[in-house]
C-alpha cells in the first residue's frame, strides 16, 4: 500500500538511528528512546514503527532483541519498495518508538510492552486514518501476547492473522513465552477462536494440534497453502471482512530456512522469501490492518545478515 510522504519535521523522539549508534538494543537496558507516553504528538501519515527487544524464550531465543536496531540499520539499502516509494531513512518514513525495558524482569517487561502498546492503539483510534498502522518490530515471539492483548481490548471487532511454521499454542506458563503466547491470548486474554487465523504451521506438537481442534481454531498448513494458494488465500480474505481492525503477526520462521537462516528454531520445507513477501502484501493491503509485529530475527544465528535483509525488505513494504 502507497501512502503520500510528508516533510514533517523530525522530533528527538525520532532520531532512531543516531540513537542506536551509541547503545546496544537490550531488554536489560536503559535505552536512550522516548516511551510511546512521552513521545511527540504522531504525525497523521506516517506508521508508526516500533522496536520491541524483548525476549522470554528461556533462552532459547537470545540474539532476537538486537535484532530491531539491525533491520532498522539495514533498511536503507532497500532504495525503492515494491510498491514504488523510495527508502532514504527509517526515520523520514516512520514515526520512530522504541518501548524502554529497564529490567531483566520477564513480568514486568510484558507488563510494559502491553500498557505502552495501549497508548499508541489509543492514538491509532483518536486518528481514525484509512490505512494507518502501527508496527512493532520484535524480538521474539513472546511480544506478541502483550501486543495483541492490548489490541484486542483496544479495538472492538477485531481478528488475528498468524504467520508461523509454529502453533505456539503449548499449556502457557505466567509470562507466555513464545511457545505459547497464542494459547495464551485465548485463556488469560479472553480472545474468541474464531478471532484468530493461523497460516503456515508445519511442526505442530500433538496437544497443540489437539489443543487446535478442540477450540476450532482455523488454521492452514504449509503444505495446504502451497498445494492450493488460490483457495486458502480466498478463505484468508473472507476472513478479514468479519473483523473491522485486524493485526498480523509475522514470525520469520514461516519462510525456509535457506532463506531466512537467522532465527531460533529453523523448521526445513517452508515458504520462499518470494512466497510469504506476497502473501504478506495481500494481507497488509488490507485497509482494516490496524497493527502489525514482525518477530524472531535473530541475528546470533543468521548468515551474513540473510534474515535481517529479510526483515528490512518486509518492513519497507510498509513504508
Not at 543516531?18 to 510511546?36: G, L, Q, V, Y
Not at 494459547?183 to 487446535?212: A, D, H, S, V
Not at 495481500?282 to 535483509?309: F, G, M, P, T, V
Request: aromatic content about 10%; charged content about 25%.
Amino acid at each position: 500500500m502507497k501512502f503520500p510522504k510528508t516533510k514533517n519535521k523530525i522530533t528527538k523522539s525520532l532520531n532512531f538511528r543516531d540513537a542506536m549508534k551509541s547503545s546496544e538494543i537490550s531488554c536489560t537496558e536503559n535505552n536512550n528512546f522516548s516511551s510511546a507516553e512521552n513521545s511527540s504528538e504522531f504525525s497523521n501519515i506516517k506508521n508508526i514503527l516500533v522496536g520491541v527487544p524483548f525476549v522470554n524464550g528461556l533462552g532459547k531465543t537470545k540474539g532476537c532483541e538486537f535484532s530491531p536496531k539491525k533491520i532498522i540499520s539495514l533498511l536503507p539499502e532497500i532504495w525503492i519498495n515494491e510498491y514504488g516509494v523510495e527508502i532514504k531513512s527509517a526515520a523520514e518514513i516512520f514515526d520512530l518508538k522504541m518501548i524502554n525495558l529497564f529490567s531483566g524482569n520477564i513480568e514486568q517487561g510484558s507488563k510494559t510492552i502491553y500498557s505502552e502498546s495501549k497508548k499508541i492503539f489509543s492514538k491509532l483510534k483518536i486518528e481514525k486514518i484509512d490505512g494507518k498502522k502501527a508496527i512493532f518490530l520484535g524480538g521474539d515471539h513472546s511480544i506478541s501476547f502483550p501486543i495483541a492483548n492490548a489490541f484486542n481490548q483496544s479495538f472492538k471487532n477485531s481478528g488475528f492473522i498468524i504467520l508461523d511454521a509454529h502453533a505456539d499454542c503449548m499449556e502457557p506458563m505466567k509470562e507466555p513465552t513464545h511457545e505459547e503466547w497464542l494459547r495464551g491470548l485465548i485463556e488469560k486474554g479472553n480472545i474468541n477462536p474464531k478471532q484468530i487465523l493461523l497460516i503456515g504451521p508445519r511442526n505442530i506438537y500433538p496437544t497443540e494440534l489437539e489443543f487446535i481442534k478442540k477450540l476450532k481454531i482455523k488454521y492452514f498448513t504449509t503444505k495446504e497453502y502451497s498445494e492450493n494458494k488460490i483457495k486458502v488465500e480466498k478463505e484468508i480474505f473472507i476472513f478479514m471482512k468479519k473483523f473491522k481492525q485486524l493485526y498480523l503477526s509475522l514470525d520469520i520462521d514461516i519462510i525456509d530456512p535457506v532463506f531466512a537462516p537467522g532465527t531460533s528454531y529453523e523448521e526445513p520445507c517452508g515458504l520462499t522469501s518470494r512466497e510469504a513477501l506476497s502473501l504478506f502484501q495481500k494481507i497488509i493491503s488490507n485497509k482494516n490492518i490496524k497493527a502489525i509485529d514482525i518477530n524472531e530475527i535473530n541475528s546470533l544465528n543468521d548468515q551474513e545478515n540473510k534474515c535481517i535483509k529479510l526483515g528490512a525488505k518486509f518492513l519497507a513494504e510498509l513504508a
